[in-house]
Structure formats: structure tokens, C-alpha cells
């Protein structure tokens, strides 16, 4: 007998059963009948079914009761239950699936739709039993490894904890809940940035590889536990890492070494860069340093070449640090008590100790660069790598180690904002920055929910009669502290932390909202445009079609009103991904811009194949048109090249009336610029609006000499 097809039909008219039991025997089914709720109950307890045919009213105890009895003992995906009701049952049916019924039909039986049903009902079962099996094959497997396990929902934010997982940090099997902060609460503050690096949510630093962090967590008794987590993550169709899942595994006992490389691992180091600590503290003339080391461009060695390249780039990169160290016995210094170590990923750190001043831990590192000049063989492959240095001399202002480590940290990416390949000596000024550059992100985070932040336009103006045709959106932060922060300062961070994305969604919004009133308050043929900028990051959002076609409905802008600014700088990375958003932008039905055409170098045969209907020139283009005929080429080139491809030029930087004139000659149909005017607030840009609204076109031609608002020297 088939192992998935046994039913019991339960139904007190014998007739009934009798028929419906025949013909679903004929079709492959083992079929046990009952007439009425008890009888069905000793025949399920006997020898359970696959699935059970109900009748919702029989006399004495009714198909609901008979079901509530079984959803006692077992589950939906256990026993399936199917109601049998008549049609005009709806009360009965509703209760019924609230009560954990699966599925109904109604009399008299559609016999096709009950058997469709019954196999629907017995692969959804099977399913469940294929996946039950294989959970508590994973299960076991974890409780064999003896590691904890975890699996992490990017979409939910849920995250699965295995009772092993839980009880290394002593907790019982309810102790812990299902929120990523369940562990990132527990992880050492000097640990957990590193390990949110890893784990981020937008998984980019995870791209569907395998990925390991050390780092320590804290126990429920208070002391911390050196783990190891590894894991990888899973990408959906757009490439996309949406799950991640992994293992945990207790490392303290025993760990002194990095597996890898050999050397000393963070445990080791922290321990004795303590202790050197304390002796200069008895002993100020004790002075040591500590050097803090990151492979330049290794995640781009790591996805290029593999982790196997990776791991052997980190152990070859290990020899040289300990011959670039060592090598100081050269100098007359005792290097016995100096310690190479690897903190983990592509981190280095070295402790130097019995140091005559800071100089001394400048001239070895310059010794570590220049043993590193040299390409390593990696495979059949040389492949030329660097690092970048920060070195943190003692003093006595430090009041503890990590410190001394967070600042050789900083002074290290001191070293590589300024080229790489270069070692820094740590000062105030490094960590002031530091400090202020997070303040700024702290304060960005709460700019839009404290209205902080503001939405000025810009005009963008028809040249021929210099006449209002739209708006540019452009984002202001009136600090409450610091006043008025322009874009260039805080733009690049919000990019830097993941904020630009809410920070455009909102600019997108606001812009939408009041041009949606200003098509009521000035219409116009053609209605008044808004342009709004898109970083380029935008464009590894899965979903920033879906946002930006939702904010349109929910304004209810007209669509062709619409203009989106995209830099050139977009085009240059990946072409397919840029090709698919801005054609499914374009099919939403709004306007696409080129923006700051000519400062980058995309390809023409390519921009001919993407959607944009507008190009604008850069101003470094426009503030040149002012004598000289080779300025006047470039911009007349590239004024007919955006023609030939059915393009709008706006040219940006208009400032003098010079320039209008030569753009006017060039077929240039459209300007922005301080000429016009500065970007002012929604109620400045009503002025104009109402000013040009009351001016015809002819007396508007008559005073086109003069600017709209302001002048470039006016604020």
C-alpha cells in the first residue's frame, strides 16, 4: 500500500459514504470509513491516516468538534483535515479554518476539485515531512559538531540561535530571542564593529562567499568568550545576499596563535601589549608603539583570485612583517620582546617594545614597506600588494590599550585616505576628525525626523525667452548648531553610512509633493518639471524601481513631470545593471538625465543604447564660454551629439549674459545658474513663479538682460 494515501472518511449519511469511499477507491486511494465523531476518533487512534475527510454536521458530535479534538493532538501539517459542508455552511467553513481545518469542499462533491484538493493537501504534507527530516538532520549534525548554529533572515531581521549557540554563552534554550542584537549586545565593544562589518545587512561585504570573525562574547556570567564565527550567505536572482547562515564555535581555551599565519592572534597581543602598559607606567622610560597594519585592496584580491589566493597572500604577507621586524637587531635595538600579530581578516598589528622614541617605530615601518615592494607569488601569478600603517606611540594620556590600538587604527586609515602604501604616526588632529566625522553621522541619522533638513530648487530656465521651465531639487541641512552644512560635507557621508538611500527616498518625496501643488498653484504647457538627483549607490538597491514608482502614487504627480538626475560615474560600472534600472525607470513613464556630462569617459556607442531623454552639461564646460573658440567646440559637440541622439541639453554654471548668448547660438535649449538663481526655498521659487506668471512673454523677452534672482556674488 502506498504510504501517502490512506484517508478516512467520516460522514454519518451511509449512502454517502458509501459512494464517495467507492470512487476515491477507484482512483488509487485506501479509503476507512466512520460514521459519526467517535467512531472516527478510535479509528484515527488505531491507525492514523493520511488525511481525513470531515463532515461539518453530523449528529451528536459535529464535524468542528470532532476537529477541535484532533487539533489537540495533532497539527495542520501532520493530519490534514478537509470539511465537507454544504454550500450555504459559510459560518461553519470560516470556523472551521480558524480552528486549523486545511481545506474544505462543499456538497454536493465536485468530485474532480475533492480529488485535486486531497492531492494538494497530501504533497503539502509530504513536503512538510521531507523538510521535518532534514531539519532534524541538521539538528543532529549540530549537536555532533558541538558548535552553535545560527541563520540569520535579512528580510525579517529574524535570526535562528541553535540551543548549542545558546548554552555556550549559558544560557537555556528560552534564554535568548530571535533579534540580531541578541548577539550583537553580547559582543566586546572593541569586537563589534568588525563583526557588524561582516554581518552588515546589505550584505556587501559578504557577496554569497564564505566569510569568518573572530571575536569575544560575553557570557551570562559576565566573563567573555573568544568565538569563532563563520558562515556565507545566499543571494537571490538580482544578486543580492537576502540570507545568511552559519556557525559559532567556543576558541578560548588554547588560543595563543593564529591558525593561519602563525602568528600571535589578538588574545596574545592584547595580553601583552597590557603588560607593557603597565610597565611603562612604573617605568616611563619603557617606551614601545604599537603599528596597526591593513592589506590595501585584499577584498579585491579575495574576489578575484579566491580565499585560497587570499589565505595565501596573508601568510606570505606574515613572513615579510616578521623580516621587516626582525630585521631591527640591524639597528642595535633588541627586537626579543617586539610581537608580530594577526587580529583577524587582513589586519596586522606589531607591538614594539624597548623603543629609544617614536621615530624608531616610523624607521621600522618604512623597513616593513619597503620589504613589501616586491610582487608575491601567488600560484602561477605575481601579484604586487601593500599595506597601510598607523603607528600610536605610548604617552601618558592614554588611559587604557584599546585606545592605543583605536588610534593606530585611525592613523592607519589616515595612511590610506592619503594614497596607501604609507605609514602615518597618530595625533589629536587625526582622532578630532574622527570624532567630528561621527557626530556628523549621528546627527545625519536624526536630521529628517528633527525637520533639519531642507528641499531648495533651483530654476531651470528656457534660454530663448528665459522663462521658468522646472526646477532642480537640491538638499540643505540647517544644523542646529553649526547653521547651515552644504551638501558637500555631509552627502558624501550619508553615501558612506547606507543613509542616502532614506535621505533621496525623502528629497524624492518632498520634491514630488510641492510640484504636485505648483501644477494647481502655475499651470503651464508644458507643466513645470522637477529634477531630482539619484546617487549612484541607489542603483544596487533591489528595489528602487518599486519605491520610486510608490512615491509617484502616492504624490500623484503627473509622471512626465518628473526628471532624474544620474552622474555620468553611473555608467561606468556595471553597464547591464545600469542598462536594466534605467530602462524599467523609463517605463514608469518620467525623464531621465545625464548629469555632469563630459566630466567622466562613458563610451557614446554605449550611452546610445540607455533611455535618457536630457543631457546636461557640466559648468566647467559652460563657465568657459567666454572667448576662446576651443572652449566653444567642445560645448558645440557636444551639444550636437546629444541632438543627433534625441536628447534636451541644460547647460549648469550659467552666470553671465555672454554665456546665454553663445548657448542660444549653439541650439543650447536650456540653462541653470546663479544668473537666474540660487537655489532658494519653496516660497522664494513662489515669488518667481508668480513674478513670471505675471509677466507676458513679450515684455519677459524685453527684460531677459536681467537676472531672475540674485547674481553670483549674492547669497
Not at 569586537?191 to 562567499?209: H, I, N, P, W, Y
Not at 610582487?375 to 600603517?389: M, Y
Not at 541644460?650 to 542660444?664: D, F, K, S, Y
Request: contains cysteine; negative net charge.
Amino acid at each position: 500500500m502506498n504510504g501517502n494515501n490512506h484517508l478516512l472518511l467520516v460522514d454519518d449519511e451511509a449512502l454517502n459514504r458509501d459512494m464517495l469511499s467507492r470512487r476515491l477507491q477507484h482512483h488509487g486511494f485506501h479509503v476507512e470509513v466512520a460514521g459519526d465523531g467517535p467512531s472516527a476518533l478510535q479509528s484515527i487512534a488505531a491507525h492514523r491516516p493520511d488525511l481525513v475527510l470531515l463532515d461539518s454536521m453530523m449528529p451528536g458530535m459535529t464535524g468542528v468538534e470532532v476537529l477541535q479534538a484532533l487539533r489537540a493532538t495533532f497539527a495542520p501539517n501532520q493530519l490534514p483535515v478537509i470539511m465537507v459542508t454544504a454550500l450555504k455552511d459559510s459560518d461553519d467553513v470560516v470556523e472551521a479554518l480558524s480552528l486549523g481545518a486545511n481545506d474544505y469542499i462543499t456538497k454536493p462533491v465536485d468530485f474532480p476539485v475533492a480529488v485535486a484538493r486531497i492531492h494538494a493537501q497530501l504533497a503539502r504534507k509530504a513536503a512538510d515531512n521531507v523538510l521535518r527530516e532534514s531539519e532534524e538532520r541538521y539538528a543532529l549534525a549540530s549537536r555532533g559538531s558541538n558548535d552553535g548554529m545560527w541563520d540569520r533572515d535579512l528580510a525579517s531581521g529574524r535570526v535562528y540561535y541553535s540551543e548549542r549557540w545558546k548554552a555556550m554563552l549559558g544560557y537555556p534554550e528560552g534564554g535568548i530571542g530571535e533579534g540580531i542584537d541578541e548577539w550583537f549586545s553580547r559582543v566586546h565593544p572593541e569586537d563589534l564593529e568588525k563583526l557588524r562589518e561582516v554581518l552588515q545587512a546589505d550584505g556587501s561585504s559578504a557577496s554569497g562567499g564564505a566569510f569568518e570573525c573572530e571575536h569575544r562574547m560575553r557570557h551570562r556570567d559576565g566573563t567573555y568568550r573568544w568565538v569563532r564565527c563563520r558562515g556565507a550567505g545566499v543571494q537571490d536572482s538580482a544578486g543580492q545576499v537576502v540570507r545568511m547562515a552559519g556557525s559559532m564555535t567556543d576558541v578560548t581555551e588554547g588560543k595563543i596563535s593564529d591558525t593561519l599565519t602563525g602568528l600571535a592572534n589578538r588574545v596574545l597581543f592584547m595580553d601583552r601589549l597590557e603588560q607593557e602598559f603597565n610597565s611603562y607606567r612604573a617605568d616611563p622610560t619603557a617606551q614601545f608603539a604599537v603599528m596597526f597594519l591593513d592589506i590595501d585592496r585584499f577584498k579585491l584580491i579575495n574576489d578575484s583570485l579566491g580565499h585560497l589566493a587570499g589565505d595565501q597572500l596573508l601568510m606570505a604577507m606574515a613572513e615579510r612583517l616578521v623580516r621587516g621586524v626582525r630585521t631591527g637587531d640591524s639597528d642595535g635595538r633588541s627586537v626579543t620582546r617586539d610581537l608580530p600579530a594577526r587580529l583577524g581578516g587582513d589586519e596586522f598589528a606589531v607591538l614594539l617594545c624597548g623603543l629609544s622614541g617614536p621615530a624608531e617605530a616610523l624607521h621600522v615601518a618604512q623597513r616593513v614597506l619597503l620589504e613589501l615592494r616586491e610582487p608575491f607569488a601567488l600560484g602561477d601569478r605575481g601579484i604586487f600588494c601593500t599595506v597601510s600603517i598607523g603607528i600610536a606611540p605610548c604617552g601618558p594620556a592614554y588611559p587604557c590599550v584599546a585606545d592605543m590600538v583605536r588610534d593606530a587604527d585611525t592613523a592607519m586609515y589616515t595612511a590610506k585616505s592619503k594614497g596607501r602604501s604609507r605609514c602615518e604616526v597618530f595625533d589629536e588632529t587625526m582622532h578630532a576628525r574622527v570624532v567630528e566625522r561621527l557626530q556628523m553621522e549621528n546627527d545625519l541619522r536624526h536630521a529628517i525626523e528633527n525637520h533639519e533638513l531642507h528641499v531648495h530648487y533651483q530654476p531651470k530656465v528656457r534660454l530663448i525667452d528665459r522663462r521658468i521651465c522646472g526646477f532642480e531639487a537640491l538638499v540643505r541641512w540647517l544644523h542646529p548648531q553649526r547653521g547651515w552644512i552644504q551638501p558637500v560635507e555631509f552627502i558624501p557621508v550619508a553615501e558612506e553610512t547606507g543613509l542616502i538611500h532614506d535621505l533621496d527616498m525623502w528629497i524624492l518625496r518632498e520634491a514630488c509633493i510641492q510640484m504636485k501643488i505648483w501644477h494647481i498653484q502655475y499651470p503651464c504647457d508644458p507643466p513645470l518639471a522637477i529634477s531630482v538627483n539619484l546617487s549612484p549607490s541607489q542603483f544596487t538597491q533591489p528595489r528602487l524601481v518599486e519605491q520610486i514608482a510608490a512615491v509617484l502614487e502616492e504624490t500623484g504627480i503627473e509622471r512626465p513631470s518628473l526628471r532624474l538626475e544620474i552622474t555620468e560615474s553611473v555608467l561606468l560600472n556595471d553597464h547591464e545593471t545600469a542598462r536594466d534600472v534605467l530602462g524599467r525607470l523609463k517605463l514608469l513613464g518620467i525623464g531621465l538625465k545625464i548629469d555632469d556630462f563630459g566630466t567622466g569617459y562613458s563610451s557614446l556607442a554605449y550611452l546610445a543604447q540607455l533611455p535618457f531623454d536630457t543631457m546636461k552639461i557640466d559648468r566647467s564646460f559652460t563657465m568657459q564660454l567666454q572667448g576662446g573658440d576651443c572652449n566653444s567646440t567642445i560645448v558645440k559637440t557636444i551639444l550636437d551629439m546629444a541632438h543627433t541622439l534625441g536628447m534636451q541639453v541644460v547647460a549648469e554654471g550659467v552666470e553671465q549674459n555672454e554665456q546665454i548668448t553663445r548657448l542660444i547660438s549653439m541650439g543650447c535649449e536650456f540653462g541653470q545658474g546663479f544668473f537666474f538663481s540660487r537655489p532658494v526655498s519653496a516660497k522664494d521659487a513662489e515669488r518667481l513663479l508668480t513674478t513670471m506668471m505675471d509677466t507676458p512673454v513679450a515684455h519677459a523677452l524685453l527684460c531677459a538682460a536681467s537676472p531672475l534672482v540674485g547674481t553670483p556674488d549674492s547669497t
